[in-house]
């Protein structure tokens, strides 16, 4: 008897012991500065879900020097839940729930989280982050969990800190390509890997956060931010946002390859696009006849750039279903025999703002030359032709090659006749986003002797043009 109590004892232990999640045995003695000449380019450390202590990456990051860290693995909370990365996105299921207990809020509690310093204030750092270090001191590393709730997570995420642009001597300092913000920025959904909770009812996620005057800055900024009376940034109602030296992402598709509908132009679009675009300035992701997989996966790594801020871009030339009023955009390797595939074996154009939204950099430009004759229509019970509308979300426009419910042409031309006339306006010095899609549509309006009229959403809140006047 006396032996099946301790034992009883033993494993209760061993419970409690177990609930208070792993220590690291392996936390670095020295630490690397990455500025110092001969320095190495990046340090990488492991972060485990289990660990109830904050890992140290063994860098020391000096104030004004900009850093970038990146991330590879995944972890979940419990078996019960999805796997998820180091964003702690779409994990929670019906076996899995959001217990909350995180350390930093307006954040999952499985995204990755950072501090500088042993007393820092912890800030969010999702799947990728470049920022300017606010203060010296050792970069530690924790997921967004309080201790006492880590001994049951899995996984792990491997993580390499690096130098990430341009040295500034100080937070008020400029470097060319790189304006600082003259307040801080805080720890708030501002940063990669938020996960959108109910809002508390006297703002957004993050609401009531304590301010944070060690938080990091993104990298790069262009705007400069007025703080609220609350003591969070705010953008200002009016920005300029084409100006030398605001970082710009695009996401390029052409899909021409289908099976049983093959489009001539497509590809061509996509590849000069690519290369105006390049030639302008922007970092260009290019796919050409992508699968369903391919564009996802292309979708989230323009997010993931995207969460650094700057100017975004989605391009796609192809077919365009709209089924039930959304947008879809169809993939080469789609299989649609029936009108319900279409939202299972096609990628919802709705994603694309969706992910462009929640990336939260400056302004988002979505560019659709999708509205071509819908071959798959004997199938579908309701043939309606083109794409619905999009409300475009605040700070981004979203073109379309033709009108709502309008068909586009595919053109005789190597360019469709939309993209056609985009690569010979968005090259020309000094022109508003705006009066370039005016001229683009007059463009059409024109080749297509008015049957074809192209179309935007619009909800920018600042200045953009594709080419900067010569100076």
């Not at 982050?129 to 049951?152: K, S």
């Not at 809002?199 to 944070?212: D, E, F, I, R, V």
């Not at 025999?337 to 299972?344: F, G, I, N, R, T």
């Not at 988002?364 to 794409?387: H, M």
Request: charged share 20%; glycine share 12%; proline share 7%.
């Amino acid at each position: 008897m006396n032996a099946s109590r301790l034992a009883l004892c033993l494993l209760l232990l061993a419970l409690l012991a177990a609930c208070v999640g792993v220590k690291y045995s392996d936390q670095p003695l020295t630490a690397v500065d990455l500025t110092e000449p001969g320095a190495s380019p990046g340090v990488s450390t492991r972060v485990l879900a289990q660990a109830s202590d904050w890992r140290n990456t063994g860098v020391f990051v000096k104030q004004g020097a900009a850093y970038s860290i990146s991330t590879n693995g995944r972890w979940r909370a419990w078996p019960g839940c999805k796997w998820t990365d180091a964003d702690g996105l779409d994990m929670y299921t019906g076996l899995c729930l959001d217990l909350g207990g995180s350390i930093l809020r307006g954040w999952t509690h499985q995204a990755l989280i950072a501090r500088i310093g042993e007393t820092g204030v912890p800030f969010g750092v999702g799947k990728a982050l470049q920022f300017i270090a606010p203060a010296d001191g050792l970069l530690y590393l924790h997921i967004n969990e309080q201790d006492r709730g880590v001994w049951d997570n899995e996984g792990y995420v491997d993580v390499t800190v690096a130098l990430g642009g341009p040295q500034v001597t100080g937070l008020a300092s400029q470097a060319p390509g790189l304006s600082v913000p003259s307040v801080p920025l805080q720890a708030t959904p501002q940063y990669p890997g938020l996960r959108a909770k109910k809002a508390a009812s006297s703002g957004g996620p993050g609401a009531g956060a304590p301010p944070s005057t060690l938080a990091p800055q993104p990298l790069p900024q262009t705007i400069t931010q007025p703080p609220l009376a609350t003591g969070l940034p705010q953008a200002p109602s009016h920005q300029v946002l084409g100006k030398v030296g605001l970082r710009r992402v695009a996401l390029v598709i052409g899909n021409g390859a289908y099976p049983n509908a093959p489009l001539r132009n497509p590809v061509n679009d996509a590849r000069d696009m690519a290369a105006a675009l390049r030639s302008l300035g922007f970092e260009v992701i290019l796919r050409e006849n992508a699968s369903l997989r391919q564009m996802e996966d292309a979708v989230d790594e323009l997010w993931t750039r995207l969460k650094a801020g700057g100017a975004g871009l989605f391009f796609f030339a192809g077919h365009g279903l709209q089924v039930g009023g959304r947008n879809y955009l169809v993939p080469v390797d789609a299989r649609l025999s029936a009108e319900q595939d279409v939202k299972y074996r096609c990628m919802d154009a709705g994603l694309v703002l969706g992910r462009m939204e929640n990336a939260g950099n400056q302004l988002n430009i979505v560019i659709l030359d999708a509205c071509r004759n819908n071959p798959y229509s004997r199938g579908f019970r309701s043939a309606q032709e083109g794409l619905a509308k999009m409300d475009a979300p605040r700070g981004s426009i979203v073109a379309y090659a033709t009108a709502p419910d309008s068909v586009a042409a595919d053109g005789g031309g190597k360019n469709g006749v939309y993209t056609g006339q985009l690569l010979k306006h968005m090259r020309t010095p000094g022109l508003p986003i705006e009066e370039m899609f005016k001229r683009v549509r007059i463009g059409v309006l024109g080749e297509t002797h008015e049957k074809q009229v192209p179309w935007e959403s619009s909800s920018l809140t600042g200045d953009f043009t594709f080419k900067e006047l010569a100076r």
